[in-house]
């Protein structure tokens, strides 16, 4: 059986002049987790846009395979695409605060995904949608199907969103950040329950994030991505005990592990910011901020395995 | 590989294109206006009823002499069209004069000092604008007789609603900003701030704003005089041209439509170039 | 939301009183109304039979708070001219300017929202630039011309409307139209900038993430949000056009109140003319208010927590 979501060759790029993902790969088996980490602007939330084909105009998509079940996605019309999104395929995204129509109610905006995607009355429409504001830890459903957005607070947007999201029994759920734009409190709260409903539903759930303590919870793989490529692909417990990659080495060291590091140890961070980068870019983005990078690696970079399902993207040998 | 989606980027030529041809039509009008007594071939007052109604170049029957024809009462319809672009111009840019001085004064005032005085100025806003602009004018010439001073104040008096509206709003953001808070705890008085720094800073604003007032202006001259109350005949504005010309308009259309068409051009001229300029300024004119 | 309708209520009462004022002073701006009234062959005893029966050898001062007090009441005063209750008079003439504002605001709002629509979705093409265009052209048009262009073309010419009068509903098509244009440019304007700015917004990414139809993301999710300011303007606009119908009432012989407030100025009926200015006033004021309240309507946030 094929994976659940598969994307092989990814390459984005806005009017032709910025390459904002390139060559990316990232596959996404029924029930796991896969965390897609990097800094801010290395391309995982286009690639997790582009996977849903909801791209600002004037980018530009390709891919040598974009796959959900084994279909292919790139060849699909624009209503075919309409007809997966918020029913076998769900997201959720980073602003819980503007998501929402601020003009509707949470009842309606619930309850209009499944009416468009599955035979059913309002009514139970209503009930299941109700049943699932209960389902993530919302008290009183009944109440806030007939509130409007502007009247929850951050957390309960985001739990409204990620309800709605479950409306139609996705298969796989995209969640963008979901938790950055909340107080940490509710952060936590959010994970907690974004992991559980993964868990219990066996969602396969593509999860953005910069955040590699998220990352340690409820990752079942990683791929790290910088400058639009996945530069290092692995099994969360691989990628912590054994990272290749110089970047990823870096990530992991700006995060402090209690226990491990001591009291007056400087945390790393790892110099510079990610660069743009135009099409016709050859070798290793990396290489401005590598401390391992020599003169060849302005040239074509191997990807290697480092063991089972373990893969990186550098000079350096396994 | 498959390509899905390819949005051309915004292209910008045609948006210079549009504000040369208003730049060019305000040019012409300016130069008609400035020049007039210089550029008509015939008087535009003299009468000669021997030679009523002569039609436009385009048509049989045209006298060489006169190229765009003659009105009812055989006076030339270009040197009239040239003398009415005088008089729209020279209404449109008097009005705006007038109308500028009160707006922007209320505007600024209400948008540097706040509180009260602001709110007077959005109450002061808020009536005029229920005010009926073309019925109060009407009726002010209709009472007082028509002349060209007594129409440049009423109309003057009417228009300065959107002046105040942006000048308040920009003041305001001008006010919060760094520099100006920089000024003040420099000690710079008051006065030296609203003119060293406020009114540079939303003078790109305002002249955007006095573009459209103009092109309103000259569109409500036309109407009231169209209307019998705005400029005294004999004086040819092209509102009163199209009024005398109307009884004639169902057998001869052009002399509707000569004088109509002299009126859309300009005041189209006068927006063209005022959208450009507001582009340009990257201006604000939407109360 | 309650004590901003009370103050809404008051500006508007405010507002009313200081027309009322204006109007008071615009009509004694001529000095001896009642030389004028008695006209040009009156002897100097007809000018004081003229002054003692309409009042105006009072002071000022008790002349103005009598029309203020009369008018509060709804009495608006009687017309020198037809010799009848001016309200009597106002009441027959505004359902006539009243269809045809309303029929220029449903022209205007069935050309502008769809090109508004059309421009912000096509933003950037060659179809934008067309709209924008035909709103730059609409600001340019003189109402009085195109008025008589229409009539030569569809009364004359094609003998499909009639050219003036108020028989049939045909007579309200051509003024329509007219009065539409003024209001076009701004509406449609108003629509693309509200679409655009809510097809960029995240309600909108998420919409489509859900995977609704086309139609539904733009009419239902983008156009709701877009119309908030448009029915403002569009409630403004329709004040507007009611005052400024006396123009097009003019041109097609329509006899509404906007005829009767210009045959009023040219006969020196002053208490017409100062009543008109101010049911005018009050209409547009009113009309706000209107607009206030649909926005809440449409706008949740607007209603409170």
Known sequence: ?318 | MSVVSVTAGPKRGWKSISTWIGAMIVGIAMICAIFAPLLVPHDPFAQDLSKRLLPPFWMEGTNPDYILGTDQLGRDYLSRLIWGCRISVLIGVTVTVVSALIGITIGVLGGFLGGRVDDAVLFAITTRLSIPVVLVALAVVGLLGSSMTLLVLTLGLLLWDRFAVVARSTTMQVRNLDFVAAAWCAGCSRFRILSGEVLPNIASHLVVVATLEIALAILLEAALSFLGLGVPPPLPSWGLMIAEAKDYMFFSPWVIVIPGVALFVLVLGINLLGDGLRDMFGARTDP | MLQFLVRRLIVAILVAATVMTLAFILTRLSGDLAISIAGPNATQADVETVRKAYGLDRPLTVQFFDWVGRAATGDLGESYFFKTKVSKLIGERMPITVTLGLTGLVIALLVSLPLGILAAVRENTALDRVVQMVALLGQAMPSFWLGLILMITFGLQLGWLPISGTGSWQHYVMPGIVLAFSAIPALTRLTRAGMIQAMGSDYIRTARAKGLSRASILLKHALRNAAIPVVAIAAVQLGFMLGGSIVIEQVFALHGVGFLAWESIGKNDFPVVQAVVLVLAVIYVALTMVADLMNAVLDPRLRGP
Do not use: W
Request: aromatic share 4%.
């Open chain 1, 1 to 318: 059986m094929s994976a659940l979501l598969e994307v092989d060759h990814l390459e984005v790029n806005f009017g032709g002049r910025v390459s904002a993902v390139r060559g990316a790969s990232v596959t996404v088996e029924r029930g796991e987790t896969h965390c897609l980490v990097g800094e801010s602007g290395c391309g995982k939330s286009v690639t997790a846009l582009a996977v849903m084909n909801l791209l600002a105009r004037g980018a530009r998509r390709s891919a040598k395979r974009l796959a959900f079940e084994g279909q292919d996605l790139t060849g699909l019309s624009d209503s075919g695409m309409a007809h997966l999104r918020g029913n076998a395929m769900a997201m959720i995204f980073q602003e819980p605060m503007t998501s929402l129509n601020p003009a509707y109610t949470v009842g309606s905006q619930m309850t209009e995904v499944l009416r468009r995607h599955k035979k059913t009355t309002q009514r139970a429409a209503t009930d299941r949608a109700a049943d699932l504001l209960a389902r993530v830890g919302i008290t009183a459903p009944g109440l806030r199907l007939g509130q409007f957005p502007h009247q929850l607070s951050g957390g309960l947007r985001q739990r409204v969103m990620i309800a709605m999201a479950l409306m139609c029994d996705p298969k796989l759920l995209i969640a963008d950040e979901p938790t950055t734009a909340l107080d940490v409190t509710v952060q936590a709260q959010i994970l907690r329950l974004l992991a559980g409903l993964q868990r219990d539903l066996g969602l396969g759930m593509l999860l953005i994030t910069h955040d590699l303590g998220i990352v340690a919870r409820v990752a079942h793989r990683v791929s790290v991505m910088y400058a639009g490529e996945v530069v290092e692909s692995a099994p969360t417990a691989e990628l912590f005990a054994n990272p290749k990659h110089p970047y990823t080495k870096g990530l992991l060291r700006c995060v402090p592990v209690p226990g491990k590091i001591r009291r007056d140890e400087p945390l790393g961070s790892i110099p510079g910011t990610v660069p743009r980068i135009g099409p016709g870019f050859e070798g290793c983005a990396f290489r401005e901020r590598c401390d391992f990078a020599d003169a060849t690696c302005a040239h074509t970079v191997p990807r290697h395995a480092a063991g089972v399902a373990h893969d990186f993207l550098c000079r350096l040998p396994a």
